[in-house]
């Protein structure tokens, strides 16, 4: 049986993308010496890392990398399906209900009718081809209803959540 690579891509300053293994990342000869700095040895060249920022949710991170600025946006595997699929642009300001982004089964379902959500909020857990996803909120928003049921079976495009209000939040 042939092992899944975990694949990533790479997006510097919003131009230059480079794909990545995840064995490629485990092979790099980099050194922690702090929460902030690390030390790189690659291609015989040695390039000192500074973190300057890192926000978790969105895999977005600002580096100097001997002095020069990058700004990072890392997609896994299920960003690029998602992508693929179309569903990269769900970023909308007025989003009035949250679709499956592709069939698998809710494994837990993380809001109830009348909560207040801020963006980034999680609302569900999908298991799609063998990966448990947490489907999070794109916008502050209020649930009106919620369509399915722990444990149940759902296909690409069904309706998952509904919102209160034009824009998901209630008036």
């Known amino acids: 049986m042939k092992a899944i690579q975990m694949k990533y891509n790479i997006v510097f300053d919003e131009e230059n993308q480079q794909e990545l293994f995840l064995d490629e990342i485990k092979d790099l000869d980099i050194v922690t010496v702090d929460e902030t700095q690390f030390h790189l040895l690659h291609n015989n060249k040695a390039y000192n ?31 690029m399906l998602i992508a693929s699929m179309g569903f990269e642009d769900a970023e909308e300001e007025h989003m ?60 690409k495009d069904q309706l998952l959540i509904l919102f209160e209000g034009e824009s998901g939040i209630s008036k």
């Open 96 to 155: 009035n209900e949250i679709h499956a982004p592709m069939p698998g089964i809710i494994l837990d379902i993380l809001c109830q009718p009348g909560q207040q959500l801020k963006k980034g909020d999680n609302l569900l857990i999908l298991e799609a081809m063998k990966m448990e996803n947490i489907i999070k909120t794109k916008v502050a928003a209020t649930v009106k209803s919620i369509e399915i049921q722990k444990g149940e079976s759902v296909e």
């Open 49 to 79: 890392i500074h973190l300057e920022h890192i926000d978790l949710e969105s895999k977005n991170l600002t580096f100097l990398m001997n002095d020069d600025r990058y700004n990072v946006h890392i997609q896994d595997d299920l960003d």
